[in-house]
C-alpha cells in the first residue's frame, strides 16, 4: 500500500506569503523556508511585521481570496488520489489553506493554527506538533505504507529523508546543489512521472 505526502505552497498553490508581500509591497515578507531553514525564526519575523504594519488576518484573507492553485495542481490531485492515498503535509494554517484547499478538491491537510486575538490580530502560532511532516511519514510507514514524499525547500527535507522515496519539486538551485542525490521534477507532468513509477 502505497501513501503520497506532499508539501502545498510551492507544489500546489502560490506562497501565500510572498502573494501578501507583493499585495502590500513589503519586500521583507516574500522570506520564506527556502531563505531561512528555521521555522520558528521566519514565523516570530513574519508576526513582527504584521505588528509593526498593523495588519490582521483579514488583510492576509483578502489576498488569499484571490489566489488559485498553480497550473496543473488541480489535475495532479485528481490523478493521485484516483491512483492511491494522499496526504499533505504543510507549514501553513488552517485560517490561511481553507479557500486554496476546496479549490483543490479538499485532500486530507495537516497543518498548524494561528492563534487570533479579539481584534483579528495574529497574535502568535500554534505547531500541530514540531517537527509534524517526518513524523506523520514515520507513522505511515509504521502503519505498513510504502510512502513517497515531495516538497520544495528546507522544512520538507525531513520528511523526503525519512519517505521509502522522497524527490523535490521545483527547488531553489542552493538546495539542489547541497542535495544532489535527491530527483527533482520541474513540474506536475514530471512529479506525476516519478510518483507513477513508484506505485
Not at 511585521?49 to 490582521?56: P, Q, R, S, T, V
Not at 481553507?98 to 502560532?125: E, Q, S, W
Not at 520538507?156 to 539542489?176: K, N, V, Y
Request: with cysteine; proline share 6%; hydrophobic share 40%.
Amino acid at each position: 500500500m502505497n501513501i503520497v505526502c506532499l508539501d502545498l505552497e510551492g507544489v500546489l498553490i502560490p506562497e501565500i506569503w510572498i502573494a501578501f508581500a507583493e499585495k502590500t509591497g513589503i519586500e521583507a515578507l516574500k522570506r520564506t523556508t527556502r531563505d531561512e531553514p528555521c521555522y520558528d525564526t521566519l514565523m516570530r519575523y513574519r508576526l513582527d511585521i504584521l505588528d509593526k504594519e498593523g495588519f490582521k488576518l483579514a488583510d492576509i484573507e483578502e489576498v488569499i481570496g484571490t489566489l488559485d492553485p498553480l497550473p496543473g495542481a488541480k489535475e495532479f490531485v485528481q490523478w493521485v488520489t484516483a491512483q492511491t492515498r494522499l496526504v499533505i503535509l504543510s507549514d501553513t494554517f488552517s485560517q490561511f489553506a481553507g479557500p486554496l484547499m476546496a479549490k483543490l478538491g479538499n485532500p486530507t491537510l495537516f497543518c498548524h493554527d494561528l492563534v487570533i486575538d479579539d481584534n483579528g490580530r495574529i497574535a502568535d502560532y500554534k505547531l500541530r506538533l514540531p517537527d509534524h511532516k517526518r513524523k506523520a511519514v514515520e507513522a505511515f510507514r509504521a502503519l505498513n505504507f510504502d510512502t513517497i514524499a515531495a516538497g520544495d525547500s528546507y522544512n520538507d527535507l525531513s520528511m523526503i529523508d525519512c519517505a521509502d522515496d522522497g524527490l523535490l519539486f521545483c527547488p531553489p538551485e542552493r538546495l539542489t546543489t547541497e542535495r544532489p542525490e535527491l530527483p527533482v521534477a520541474r513540474n506536475h507532468t514530471e512529479l506525476r512521472a516519478i510518483i507513477a513509477a513508484k506505485l
